[in-house]
């Protein structure tokens, strides 16, 4: 308590009527006179809770006086209520003094200040004033400030539940309810609650699902805020792939499969369930058991001299392999005899049975002479044409020599093609090397026939467009290929192979030569799918990164992998970029059967991906899509800008179109046959531009338009493009239109900017200037069909490399050369020594280096690079220069 000593000349004056309590008061002994009063109990904050009074009391020792004084001001002397007693310790003189205080007097002065009131005691020493009691009007409003919120989040996530209690006085204390039941943090590790009264649970458990509620409380009333549903939720997680199964079939080619559940863990709450597919199918081959079986017996043998002869046989016909059964029986059977010649031999007998036998031996090597001559001659070609030269001058004419006389029979050869006949003409060049040479020259290695024709006579008839694809298009499985012919080509292969192409897209198939087995015709399609017409589902940052592309007829039998080459849009980085090549099951399933840059799990597809294009090998054919996944929020894809405006100057007014498309030929053709329907031109060239994985969309607006000429009819300021119409990439090509109206007779001229930007992103301006009135041709940047060729190439003149040289270069390279003069430095020439492990796991790498280089290069491939990197992959070897140009 604060004490004041005053003199008694400064004694402040009492309330009325004080001098009669001071005159009633007993007197009180000498050594109390000497004493200032001291306070035992001093006022106390107070709170009036609805309309009840509230009672303040003091209580001094030794006093004469005690009076309260309200926001200084006395209380009248009639509103105290007085009791005197003794302390028992001191015998001093007690004094106590209550006073009441209405709702009424508080709010008289409400606003103002604060209501305080304190007490002050006299003595004959002095006066002593006690601490000062507040008293405040207790309420608690209805509405909180802020209620929690339903939530749904993932297990271990974080959860924080706001919470601010309604204004009140005294201030509220907050606490949590749990399904009705108190939250108490001092019990559970995982919760606490915030000084701004926040409920926090630090890592969500499925027991954490609940409904909760705020619970404001104080000397007045009790709140509680609206219940907030907590929902923990699961999301789904595949276990671990289950093995292989056996093989469907015991025998020949069938399918093994595998499977994983999403059990890790399962979802809950509405998690999302895994995606991908629970089942992966493989093919398999199951080497078929073959039983032995006998070959015939042969002839008796003579009667011996213990007058028995025999007769054997051999368990070849076939030889048991695989696992199949040994032949039953004996192999040597003989038999008792009664000849003359059953006695014994004398000397005379015996020379006459070696003459015998020595004719017979000559009998035989006669045969065995005649007909493997037979055989030389029905194969069409010697040894020397078989080692002869082809690839130094083989295809160079003006500069042939006459054949050997023994050879004139090369330059015909006609290959036996049972179901389809290639008739080569031209200058050959034999020569008579040793065996295993492989023979280069400074001469144009890789010339094409001069003057020669390549010609394929097939024996199945020729089907005309529709009726081909009709034909294909009624069965099942493939009611989803595209009507009509645009987007798709066809033809019938043999052995020989052949390349579909769909003109103005970057879509062909090469099937090389030997894919097909020998005496098999396949009538083959290649059709480009709009996105619109197939359903490919996409997940999280998923984005289609090329067309969805089909070939077939699918389940057709490869022995060698055929390449699919197509554009995409992807600016491709392992760090940024996920990307998986997509095949669509018989089932219609999507299946991810290869991750772009690792090692495939089987060898039945691979993928050569580059910067505008990528090449898919596969023995087997299908629908395919590339999908690429990102990794971080700067993985871009390339679109492409195209402007187009109408072509005539007959209306005031004229709408640009803008359209951002994925940047792949097929998209590109697309827009331009819808364009040429409408009527519009292009103004300027395709322009690239990057979007990014940032989530944001994409807008665009026009800006520095000739006011005095020209009026945009556009309300807003800008257009916007969602961000997940254009990154998923299954929407079609939609432009954005700008609309503008001429203000008079005036110029068809018009020169503005375009403006395009991300969202919180770079943005890019690109000038536009351009004459309404002319004419843009389409054909300025798109390459004309009759550059790319016909749709179906059938045979050799489906490929750069001539049949024959390219056959002496697969069997010069496959097998391993001295100092590396084989396939492997072949690759590292052609810049593709990255996928060695996959040439090398074929039967012939070679054949797949040429094969991709194949697909790369046509039309307009220079066979002239090629044959310089095969030359110098000879010149490692001395040996492969063992025929010079001049022998030729």
């Known amino acids: 308590s604060a004490a004041a000593c005053h003199s008694p000349q400064s004694l402040p004056s009492p309330p009325p009527g004080a001098q009669q309590s001071a005159t009633m008061a007993n007197p009180m002994p000498g050594a109390a006179s000497d004493l200032l009063p001291h306070f035992q109990l001093e006022p106390q904050d107070v709170y009036i809770v609805k309309n009840k009074p509230v009672s303040l009391t003091c209580r001094a020792t030794p006093a004469t006086q005690i009076y309260f004084k309200c926001n200084g001001e006395w209380v009248h002397q009639g509103e105290h209520a007085t009791q005197h007693s003794t302390d028992k310790g001191s015998g001093l003189p007690v004094m106590d003094v209550r006073i009441d205080i209405s709702r009424q007097q508080v709010e008289r002065i409400f606003g103002l200040e604060e209501y305080w009131c304190q007490c002050v005691a006299w003595s004959s020493s002095g006066t002593t004033k006690s601490q000062k009691a507040y008293v405040r009007i207790a309420y608690l409003r209805k509405n909180f400030e802020e209620e929690p919120t339903a939530k749904e989040v993932s297990i271990e996530q974080g959860i924080m539940l706001p919470c601010r209690p309604p204004e009140g006085i005294p201030p509220a204390e907050v606490e949590w309810l749990r399904n009705e039941e108190l939250v108490d943090p001092a019990l559970d590790a995982n919760v606490y609650v915030t000084p701004g009264h926040s409920l926090v649970v630090k890592q969500a458990r499925l027991a954490d699902t609940a409904n909760y509620t705020c619970v404001a409380k104080n000397i007045v009333a009790r709140r509680r805020s609206t219940s907030a549903a907590v929902t923990v939720y699961v999301n789904g997680g595949w276990s671990r792939w289950a093995e292989w199964s056996a093989c469907s079939t015991s025998c020949g080619r069938g399918w093994q499969k595998r499977s994983r559940s999403c059990t890790n863990p399962t979802p809950l709450n509405g998690g999302t369930f895994c995606e991908g597919q629970n089942m992966q199918k493989n093919a398999c081959t199951t080497l078929c058991p073959v039983d032995g079986g006998w070959s015939g017996w ?17 368990c070849s016909e076939p030889a048991p392999r695989n696992g199949g059964q040994e032949c039953q029986g004996a192999e040597l059977e003989t038999h008792n005899c009664t000849s003359e010649l059953c006695t014994a031999a004398g000397p005379e007998d015996v020379a006459l049975y070696v003459g015998l036998v020595a004719v017979a031996v000559c009998l035989v090597l ?10 030389r001659r029905k194969e069409g070609l010697d040894p020397d044409a078989a080692n002869s030269s082809i690839l130094t001058a083989g295809f160079q004419p003006g500069s042939s020599k006459p054949a050997k006389a023994g050879n004139s029979h090369l330059l015909t050869i006609q290959p036996d093609l049972r179901t ?7 200058a050959l060049c034999p020569r008579q090397d040793g065996p295993g040479k492989f023979q280069l020259s400074n001469g144009h290695l890789l010339s094409p026939l001069g003057t020669g024709r390549h010609t394929l006579h097939h024996g199945a008839p020729t089907t005309e467009g529709v009726d081909f694809v009709s034909r294909f298009a009624a069965q099942s499985g493939f009611r989803s290929l595209p009507r009509g012919t645009a987007n798709m080509a066809y033809g019938t292969f043999n052995f020989l192979g052949g390349r579909l192409l769909i003109p103005n897209t970057g879509i062909s198939l090469l099937i090389p030569p030997d894919a097909i087995p020998r005496g098999k015709i396949y009538e083959v399609y290649l059709a480009l799918h709009k996105q619109e017409g197939v359903r490919l589902p996409l997940a999280g940052c998923q984005t289609l990164l090329s067309p969805i592309v089909s070939c077939g007829p699918p389940g057709v039998l490869l022995t060698r992998p055929a390449i699919l080459a197509m554009g995409h849009c992807v600016e491709a980085s392992t760090t940024d970029w996920s990307i998986r090549l997509k095949k669509q099951s018989c089932e219609g399933t999507w299946e991810d059967v290869l991750q772009v840059g690792e090692e495939p799990a089987s060898g039945l597809y691979y993928c050569q991906l580059e910067a505008q294009a990528v090449y898919i090998f596969t023995e087997q054919l299908g629908r395919f899509a590339l999908v690429g996944e990102s990794l971080s929020m700067v993985a871009a894809k390339r679109l492409k800008l195209l402007l187009f405006a109408p072509a005539s100057c007959s209306s005031l007014e004229h709408s640009i179109r803008v359209y951002c498309l994925r940047d792949t030929p097929d998209m590109l053709k697309e827009v331009v046959q819808q364009e040429k329907q ?11 531009l990057h979007f990014k994985d940032s989530y944001h969309n994409l807008r665009l607006s026009i800006h520095d338009v000739p006011s005095s000429l020209w009026k945009s009819k556009l309300l807003a300021s800008y257009q916007e493009i969602p961000f997940y119409h254009l990154w998923s990439g299954l929407q079609p090509s939609l432009p954005c239109t700008f609309t503008l109206e001429r203000l008079g007779p005036s110029p068809c001229e018009l020169t503005c900017k375009l403006w395009i930007w991300q969202v919180e992103g770079d943005g890019q301006s690109f000038n536009i200037s351009f004459n309404i009135a002319k004419d843009t041709r389409f054909s300025d940047w798109l390459v004309p069909d009759s550059e790319v060729g016909s749709p179906a190439l059938v045979g050799p003149s489906a490929f750069k490399i001539p049949f024959l040289i390219r056959q002496k270069i697969i069997s010069s390279l496959d097998t391993p050369g001295p100092r590396g003069a084989d396939w492997r430095t072949l690759a590292q020439k052609l810049h593709l020594d990255s996928h060695l492990s996959f040439f090398a796991s074929k039967a012939s790498p070679t054949a797949m280096i ?32 063992a025929i010079s140009e001049a022998e030729c």
């Open 298 to 314: 042969s002839r008796w043998s003579l009667c011996a001299l213990d007058c028995t002869r025999w007769r054997s046989r051999e």
């Open 366 to 375: 006669l045969v065995l002479g005649v007909a493997l001559l037979c055989c």
């Open 850 to 881: 040429l094969n991709l280089w194949e697909a790369q290069h046509f039309p307009s491939g220079n066979l002239a690079q090629l044959a310089a990197a095969v030359a110098e992959v000879g010149r490692q070897d001395s040996a492969l220069f």
């Open 420 to 426: 389809a006949t290639m008739t080569y003409q031209g």
């Open 678 to 688: 409408l009527g519009g031109q292009l103004i300027g060239a395709p322009r690239v």
